[in-house]
């Protein structure tokens, strides 16, 4: 029997890696799931605040890469017109569309389809946690007024929506009502894991090295992270900034906020770094940071705890219960205070009392991957869609 066609229309896919996250969880699936379903992604030719395309990559045209099928639309000939084209033209059975406010690769495939310019196929929409309330804070009015128009359409009546954890299943409803369709399909981790390493970073009394990594954005708040420095901490602090800059405006205040830090604090900011890099990047590292307003997974999470770096983190993601663990913290988003104090308590530690915490991070990641039902909600994803009988369950 023929694999059925998943068409995946997204801003970002492989080999990109500056938009972080979405770009992992796509090309995680069509890893674990690409033997199943043929998946074809539509895409921009280049990556997140690129003027270039990526070197090496054919446009315009489908090439068979990253477990599927990839057709890299070129910046000077994106349109309405033109996209949909391409979808029209290609053979499929399910349209999934990764982002709710996406302008070219979500808003507008609906539009098309409701309009009548595209196949009426089955649709599943991945918001990619942007229904969650930190990141509806963002640009407030222009959601609302999209959100508004998009019910006044009905862009959205007939579509699944997918869901990574009952917290964002609980918000697509917020925002979509209590009759959307929601499923839930959490986010596939990479089919390999990453060995314990024994090359880890020192840790003295009285230091700690940090890392925030990620988009430098409102949404990951960067800035907030460099503010809770500013405080008299006993003991030096380094931290490191890795990452794109999303915004101009806000790229400035971060850079303002740490000229403004206490002597003792030492700030870096080392820009984006490759995928395939960060595994090694973050044995340099006591501590990911990252009070976050808001994640559907946090595979930069995930890498660090795969990693033996235990991770501060706010409470809006799905990783809870660290502390009772030992591989990190995860704390409410109300001040600066309980942050500062976990700073401190790991300022303090030594290397014996901290071997402990990276034990905890590597135990609780490798926990991740005995969920085999992860596999199996996505499966299930896109058979619902298609209204077909699921297949067996596949083997453990």
Aim: hydrophobic share 40%; glycine share 8%; aromatic share 8%.
């Amino acid at each position: 029997m023929d694999r059925p066609t998943i068409l995946t229309c997204c801003d970002y896919f492989l080999p990109g890696y500056k938009a972080g996250g979405p770009i992992t969880t796509l090309g995680n699936l069509t890893a674990n799931l690409g033997t199943e379903f043929h998946f074809k992604v539509i895409t921009r030719d280049r990556d997140l605040g690129d003027a270039t395309p990526y070197p090496n990559v054919t446009t315009g045209v489908w090439t068979q890469q990253f477990g599927g099928d990839v057709y890299y639309l070129p910046n000077h000939r994106w349109s309405p017109v033109t996209l949909a084209g391409v979808i029209r033209e290609t053979d499929y059975d399910v349209l999934y569309l990764n982002s709710l406010f996406s302008p070219r690769f979500s808003a507008f495939p609906l539009l098309l389809r409701r309009l009548g310019w595209l196949p009426q196929r089955p649709v599943v929409v991945a918001p990619r946690g942007e229904c969650a309330a930190g990141a509806l804070s963002l640009k407030r009015r222009r959601k609302q007024i999209f959100l508004q128009a998009a019910r006044l359409l009905a862009l959205h009546q007939d579509v699944l929506w997918q869901a990574v954890s009952p917290h964002e299943r609980d918000d697509i409803c917020r925002q979509m009502g209590d009759r959307a369709r929601v499923a839930l399909a959490g986010n596939l981790a990479r089919q390999e894991t990453h060995a314990a390493t024994t090359e880890v970073c020192p840790k003295q009394i009285g230091e700690v090295r940090l890392i925030c990594l990620g988009r430098i954005s409102a949404v990951k708040n960067t800035a907030e992270a460099l503010r809770t420095l500013n405080h008299d901490f006993r003991g030096k602090i380094s931290i490191d900034v890795v990452g794109p800059q999303e915004d101009e405006a806000y790229w400035n205040e971060c850079q303002n906020t740490a000229r403004r830090l206490p002597g003792q604090i030492t700030v870096r900011f080392l820009g984006p770094v490759p995928a395939p890099e960060i595994p090694n990047l973050l044995q340099n590292y006591h501590l990911l940071f990252s009070p976050t307003r808001g994640e559907n997974f946090g595979h930069a999470i995930l890498e660090a705890l795969l990693c033996g770096c235990p991770v501060l983190i706010s409470d809006r993601t799905p990783w809870r219960n660290l502390q009772s663990a030992q591989a990190g913290w995860d704390i409410a988003l109300d001040g600066h205070a309980a942050f500062r104090t976990v700073i401190q308590a790991v300022l303090d530690m030594d290397e014996q009392q901290f071997s402990g915490w990276r034990k905890g991070a590597r135990q609780f990641a490798a926990s991740h991957f005995s969920k085999d039902h992860v596999k199996e909600q996505n499966r299930q994803l896109f058979y619902r869609t298609l209204g077909s009988p699921t297949p067996r369950p596949l083997a453990a």
